[in-house]
């Protein structure tokens, strides 16, 4: 079994200060886990993702996470928050391999940028 | 390489009609996944395919739902007959089959029941 929480529905931060969306899991195997980003009417954007490498994985847009396995965490951070970050994200979990490898998305975060 | 591609990119459709999704994953992706948005909700599973053979469908409702996979390419998924609560975005995505070899999702459909 797996899950994933998300523990803010929605995030407001002014331009230029720093983004940090949290995100806990629960994970029966050893976990995959990912950030997707939605902006509004499109798909979902691929951030990065950890999959049993380095710990700090950094993405694409600044953006970088760290696996805690400690802490089952893998909260997503940026420096400095743009204009453009405002959008959805979804954390993702992915447990087992092969066919047992679906991905179970959070509830997701409302990332809100003002001026 | 070319992306996962979906069709209609819209459907408004009256309750208790059909309707069909269509899904061509990437070439060579041997797995295959429907998920369900609902507004203001993250995708759910709905079902997920190994070439043309059901791995997951434990949340597809299939008193109405129905999805299948031929020859392990394409896909396509009905809904007969559609609910209100039906209305939400159905994405497409496929993979080689591993967490560590990624996810492409397409761009959805998305379906208004009125």
């Known amino acids: 079994a797996q899950s994933v929480t998300q523990l803010d529905s929605h995030v407001s931060v002014s331009e230029g200060t720093p983004v940090l969306l949290r995100c806990n899991y629960s994970?029966?195997?050893?976990?995959?886990l990912f950030w997707y980003v939605q902006h509004p009417n499109k798909g979902l954007q691929l951030l990065l993702k950890y999959t049993s490498a380095a710990t700090l994985v950094k993405g694409i847009n600044g953006f970088e996470a760290e696996f805690k396995k400690s802490e089952t965490s893998f909260h997503l951070t940026k420096p400095s928050a743009h204009m453009s970050d405002a959008a959805e994200y979804f954390c993702?979990?992915?447990?087992?391999?092969?066919?047992?490898?679906?991905?179970?998305f959070g509830t997701g975060t409302r990332l809100q940028v003002t001026l | 390489e070319a992306g996962v591609a979906q069709s209609p990119r819209y459907k408004i459709i009256e309750k208790r009609q059909s309707v069909a999704f269509w899904c061509n994953p990437i070439s060579g992706h041997a797995t295959l996944y429907w998920y369900q948005q609902i507004l203001g909700q993250g995708p759910k599973l709905l079902i997920q395919f190994q070439n043309n053979g059901v791995v997951d469908d434990s949340q597809l409702p299939k008193d109405r739902f129905s999805a299948e996979r031929l020859k392990g390419v394409d896909s396509t998924l009905k809904i007969q007959p559609a609910k209100l609560e039906d209305s939400a975005v159905y994405l497409c995505a496929s993979s080689l089959g591993t967490p560590r070899q990624g996810y492409t999702f397409g761009s959805g459909t998305r379906l208004t029941v009125v």
């Open positions: 994970s029966s195997y050893s976990p995959s």
């Open positions: 993702v979990v992915s447990g087992g391999t092969g066919t047992a490898s679906k991905l179970t």
